[in-house]
């Protein structure tokens, strides 16, 4: 049988839930129609050219991707549309802002021991061309050790590389003391933080950070998928790593895709819109939904709690039940979030993030992610917590592991 | 190109919704375990064995994955009135062609519920005295079962040195 054939019958198989609640916004995100009606026309009767081109389609092109440029730069404070780099993704913007300073250079990289694997990856590409990396370690709500990071920054360093907030667990770093410390210790030092899971999020300046390099997404605030940018301070030195012919921006080679940054710049809007409001309705069912999982046995929160961790995370442990299977049995129920489990990654390890803020093997097996967002209600986390208060029950049943 | 398979298909989905022979065997004659929780996969097998060496019920329970609960559900119907003899015989990718095939990436479900059933029948012959057609040395489905629980207390061990935190 065909994998496509296969993936039918299992969908037959599947079926449709009475009510849909996707909390998996951490791997992909459904787009907003206000999103889609504002992307629509650039797909066929708007700006539609080559922003480098000649023509009046070019040029409308160009200046689509200048204002959007514009309006996400004054968001995070950067000075001038300049400063922003559009790509194609998270992936591309940090391995831009990683490999990009570095060319050509030899010495130490700091990173954070639970930075998402799209900045430990390239780092360790980076390791083994024979530069330095130091990974700093965390505490157990995932706080990374500011003395360790201190002792660390020497004069060789070249590049601080780590995230704002932590993806899967929601920790909210102490960034600032971090860039002070980088430039404290080494004023040459290039400090690149990775904004995917802040941006939208939480209020933050690059101009009062300090920060060389960041990187913010466009799926992760409910904006398409496929395009990302990578803020860089006017000044900084550093190269492309993608080979071809440049368009508009100097650090990728391509052909902008106006209608996906024209959907990046309507989601960043639509994020602090009503700001505010927005957070404290994603708190309150974050709360809710942290409280609710709680109260079932043998749970544990993974990250820290309060203010300190991002209004939309939530990230719990259930002992003696197997993360994979439950986002099966939830599925079932319309209930769609992911795991740490090892089982449901290629490489059959656990999250690195969940073991490195001390987490024993089961606890991170048996872990659930989930984000909320504005768009959530409270009947939708009223439904969820009772999916998973059956689908524990029931996958617990079925384990050998309590009575060990 | 090389495209990641589907981990699963129709048929693991309606073994995980649907399992059968699911529930610890309290009079079972004889049980053995596979794997372990640190390895985020474990498997549990009773057996019941009437005098005439053939297995008449077979239950399991599972910390695993989909995978690993329609395996371990598949392997008992398949034993069920089996000899011993017979039963032992059953490799992983009996199992695994049983439940429609398995990806690369879930080789090892297959090959942990083999390996709980033969721990089970060995032990069964710990006392009896090894049968002939009982190979000596553990078999590759036994002998995986046994690296997977070492390398998960390896793993778990260096952890609580990295953390520093108390051993169990």
Redesign the interface.
């Known amino acids: ?1 065909s ?1 496509l054939e ?2 039918r ?2 969908l ?3 079926g449709n839930a009475e009510r849909e609640v996707y909390l998996d916004l951490e791997n992909s995100a459904p787009v907003p129609i206000e999103v889609l009606e504002e992307m629509l026309p650039y797909f066929y009767s708007k700006a539609y050219g080559n922003p480098t081109l000649t023509h009046k389609q070019g040029w409308e092109a160009y200046e689509t991707i200048m204002e959007a440029a514009g309006f996400v730069a004054k968001l995070i404070g950067a000075s001038s549309p300049e400063e922003l780099c559009f790509t194609s993704g998270e992936a591309e913007a940090n391995s831009l802002a990683i490999l990009g300073p570095v060319s050509g250079r030899k010495g130490r990289i700091i990173v954070s021991t639970i930075d998402p694997l799209m900045i430990l990856l390239p780092v360790e590409m980076l390791e083994k061309k024979g530069f330095e990396v130091i990974r700093i370690p965390v505490d157990p709500e995932g706080f990374i050790n500011l003395d360790e990071f201190s002792k660390a920054v020497d004069k060789n360093t070249v590049l601080v590389s780590t995230s704002i907030v932590n993806n899967e667990i929601g920790t909210i770093q102490p960034f600032k003391e971090i860039i002070e410390i980088a430039r404290e210790k080494n004023p040459d030092v290039i400090v690149h933080m990775d904004a995917s899971d802040a941006y939208g999020r939480m209020r933050f300046n690059v101009k009062d950070m300090g920060v060389d390099l960041l990187t913010l997404s466009s799926y992760k605030i409910m904006g398409p998928r496929g395009v990302a940018a990578l803020y860089v301070r006017s000044g900084v030195r550093i190269e492309k790593v993608i080979e071809g012919p440049i368009g508009t921006q100097a650090l990728w080679p391509g052909v902008e895709n106006t209608p996906l940054i024209v959907g990046f710049k309507k989601a960043s809007e639509l994020a602090f819109k009503d700001f505010d409001n927005n957070i404290n309705h994603m708190v309150r069912l974050r709360d809710t939904l942290i409280n609710g999982l709680l109260s079932i046995d043998d749970t544990i929160l993974n990250g820290p709690k309060g203010s300190k961790r991002a209004p939309d995370n939530v990230n719990v442990s259930f002992l ?1 039940c ?1 993360g ?2 439950l986002t ?1 049995e939830l599925s ?1 129920k319309g209930v769609y979030v992911s795991s740490g ?4 990654r ?1 490489i ?1 390890q ?1 999250s690195h993030v969940l ?1 490195a803020i ?1 987490r ?3 606890a991170a ?1 048996g872990s659930i992610l989930m984000k909320v967002s504005r768009y959530h209600t409270v009947e939708d986390v009223e439904y969820v917590l009772e999916s998973f208060k059956t689908a524990v029950e029931r996958i617990r049943a ?4 309590r009575r ?1 | 190109m090389s ?4 981990p ?3 048929k693991i ?2 073994l ?2 649907n ?1 059968k022979n ?1 529930g ?1 065997m309290e009079d079972a004659t004889v049980s053995a ?1 596979a794997g372990s ?8 097998f009773y057996l019941k064995i009437d005098e005439n060496m053939v297995i008449t019920r077979a239950s399991f ?9 329609a395996t371990a559900s598949m392997l008992t119907e398949m034993v069920k009135g089996k000899k011993l003899e017979e039963a032992w015989k059953i490799g992983w990718k009996d199992v695994a062609d049983e439940v ?1 095939g398995l990806p690369s ?1 879930k080789f ?1 479900c297959g090959v942990l519920a083999v390996g709980a059933l033969r721990r089970a029948i060995r032990e069964f012959f710990k006392e009896r005295g090894r049968p002939d057609w009982m190979p000596e040395k553990d078999t590759l489905e036994e002998k995986q079962a046994l690296e997977e629980e070492e390398l ?1 207390k390896i ?2 061990k260096r ?1 609580m040195l990295e ?1 520093g ?1 108390e051993a169990k």
């Open positions: 049988m994998q296969n993936v019958d299992l037959k198989y599947h003696h197997e994979e299977s099966i079932f489990s090892a089982c449901t290629r059959l656990p073991t001390g024993e093997y089961e097996h079925i384990s050998p592991t060990m | 495209r990641s398979p589907l699963y298909s129709q989905l309606e995980f919704r399992p699911l610890r375990m929780p640190a390895c985020g996969d474990m498997i549990a329970e599972s910390y695993g994955c989909a995978a690993n609960i429609g990436v090892h998960a793993i778990s952890l953390e935190s």
